[in-house]
């Protein structure tokens, strides 16, 4: 499988348990796709950063309605450290909650005069790209250095191609 494909796919994954989450399909626990099941894999992986310690669920948390998991940080400092531990990286914003992000439309601007859209508090992940907000903002994390943090796209690579050649057999 071509990297750009299994990045790909493994955006969309994302966006797909994303969706799940937000119809209310794994609170009510029914069963998930394979599809599904391998993005809930992703989004809860540890082994996905540097330090084998934050998964997407490190900040945004089920059970914290998908946003960070302190409510001191929540209050107060607002900020999550990254998967580097101890060297002051962190990034500057408070994670919003994961759960409507699918349902967000493509970043535009609006016939009532506003911009409307997009992931992140700035909509900068558009949508354009990949065709959905969701799935163009979840390139970000694994390889941000302030998140979890990993150094090459070329070892996201293998570590996705092994887990959906388990879940997916392909
Ligand atoms: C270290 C904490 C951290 C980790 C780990 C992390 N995020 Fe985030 N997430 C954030 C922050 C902070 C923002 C807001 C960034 C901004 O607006 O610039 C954010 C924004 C988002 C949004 C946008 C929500 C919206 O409605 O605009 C989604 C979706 C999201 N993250 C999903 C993920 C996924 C999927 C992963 C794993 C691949 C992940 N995050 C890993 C901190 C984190």
């Not at 310690?53 to 059970?63: F, L, V």
């Not at 005069?113 to 694994?142: H, I, S």
């Amino acid at each position: 499988m071509k990297k750009n494909t299994v990045l790909k796919m493994t955006f969309i994954f994302i966006a797909a348990i994303s969706i799940a989450v937000s119809a209310g399909i794994i609170g009510a626990e029914e069963a998930l796709t394979p599809v599904q099941e391998l993005g809930e894999q992703i989004f809860f992986d540890m082994k996905l950063s540097i330090g084998h310690n934050q998964s997407c669920a490190s900040c945004h948390t089920p059970e914290w309605g998908w946003t960070g998991p302190d409510s001191t940080v929540n209050n107060d400092v607002v900020v999550y450290e990254g998967s580097i531990k101890n060297d002051g990286r962190f990034g500057d914003r408070k994670p919003p909650s994961a759960a409507y992000a699918t349902q967000s439309p493509i970043f535009h601007f609006s016939r009532g005069g506003l911009w409307v859209g997009g992931n992140f508090w700035d909509g900068r992940a558009t949508g354009e790209k990949l065709g959905n907000p969701a799935a163009d903002q979840a390139q970000g994390p694994f390889l941000n250095p302030v998140e979890q943090g990993l150094c090459s796209l070329s070892g996201l690579h293998c570590a996705l191609r092994a887990l959906i050649r388990r879940s997916l057999g392909i």
